[in-house]
């Protein structure tokens, strides 16, 4: 294992530029970005622009009005006659400016801190993964396209076009979300449809209501039975009613409900199934005088795992092996934007992030060493990935 890193300069390198890795992610984390935090996750953005600009990157800034600005940062590798690779990193995070959980710390063996894990310590895994190559002018850096987009967590609503459209443009695409525990990357996640559901009923006394009341409330009730009743998880599908609010007191009838649904499923013949049952569910009335409207707040489509993804996935185990450092495959239930760039047709890799845990807590952190590890992965990932031939 110690032969192996005393012959690689992108290790020798890490290793002598590690305190200015672990100096760029506290100073990310530190800075607010909640999704909602248009200023904080602006800063973050210039904070990025910098260090690409510093290593040669072209950087074209996406100006957005309702969240933060995205960022692509181009390269022209050393052969610019080659089709690029796509990169991708979100630099919001879910917690809200008002949040208490605000600030980096580290001990011998984990780094703490909002984004750790979820995901700014992949952004600055892959920013010195790629410095390493430059630095040490390895001749095989292939041209790279460096997303970093500022609303994944809300569904990426702003971003998603962009990430389509330059995932079209590129051989093969890689996620840096965190890696898992036991040294997984992700070949395959769940889609995602969340909506909401409002009804709107008549409202009244609840003293002087009759047997037709015209309850919103009760209304919203059956239709969340019926979508409780799409909840198979042995088919690899979820639905899950998580948010429900209506009325104004006991002694009203209620002429407003609402609920927030979440879908989870595995192909998109499942998507279809569900957003037909969906369909028939919302158009039956169950209480008289009430009416229901739905509204579409994100959706991602499946990322199944595919002969080309095993292919990719393979190439980066065998890498792994011969630095010394493993990996396993996983099918990871959440989404993440590998959900769209998978929709572009091209192969795609997730969770090439530092191993993390306990991400969207105030326990989120990263292992230490994984940081580096994983930067010399990816470098390494980078220059000796070959895309997969497509069937």
């Known amino acids: 294992m110690q032969e192996k890193r005393n012959n690689d300069p992108v290790y020798t390198w890490l290793t002598r530029h ?15 970005s909640g999704t909602g935090n248009k200023p904080g996750v602006d800063h973050v953005c210039r904070a990025i622009q910098l260090e690409m600009e510093t290593m040669g990157f072209f950087c074209q800034t996406i100006a957005q009005t309702d969240h933060g600005d995205h960022l ?63 630095e040490t002018q390895c001749p095989d850096m292939p041209p790279i396209v460096f997303v970093f987009n500022a609303d994944e967590e809300i569904g990426s609503p702003s971003s998603r076009q962009l990430i389509l459209d330059l995932a079209r443009e590129t051989s093969m695409g890689f996620v840096l979300e965190a890696g898992g525990l036991e040294g997984e990357i992700v070949v395959a996640r769940k889609g995602n449809l969340s909506v909401q559901i409002k009804v709107t009923g008549e409202a009244g006394h609840a003293a002087f209501a009759g047997p037709d009341k015209a309850s919103a409330i009760l209304e919203l009730a059956h239709k969340i039975i019926a979508i409780e009743t799409l909840h198979r998880p042995d088919q690899g599908i979820s639905a899950n009613v998580g948010r429900v609010t209506g009325g104004i007191g006991p002694n009203t009838v209620p002429a407003h409900a609402r609920a927030a649904v979440d879908f989870r499923f595995t192909t998109d013949a499942d998507k279809t199934r569900l957003t037909h049952a969906l369909d028939q569910i919302m158009a039956a ?41 493993s990996v396993i495959p996983e099918r990871r239930q959440g989404v993440s934007d590998a959900n769209i760039i998978f929709q572009a047709g091209i192969p795609v890799i997730d969770g090439l992030g530092p191993i993390g845990g306990n991400d969207h807590s105030p326990k989120e952190y990263i292992v230490k060493q994984s940081l580096m590890d994983r930067a010399r992965l990816f470098a390494h990932i980078l220059t000796r990935c070959q895309p997969p031939t497509r069937t």
């Open 285 to 325: 009335s169950v209480i008289p005088g009430t009416r229901t409207t739905m509204t579409w707040i994100s959706q991602r489509p499946a990322m199944p795992e595919t002969p080309v993804s095993m292919d990719l996935f393979t190439q980066i185990q065998s890498l792994g092996r011969q630095v010394g450092i």
């Open 72 to 134: 692509v940062a181009r390269h022209p590798g050393t052969d610019p006659e080659k089709k690029p690779v796509l990169i991708t990193g979100h630099m919001d995070t879910v917690f809200p400016a008002d949040t208490d959980f605000t600030s980096y710390s580290e001990d011998d063996t984990r780094c703490y801190g909002p984004g750790t894990a979820d995901m700014k310590g992949g952004l600055v895994m892959g920013l010195f993964g790629i410095k390493a190559l430059i």
């Open 18 to 32: 590690a305190t200015e890795m672990f100096g760029l992610l506290a100073a990310l984390v530190n800075i607010q």
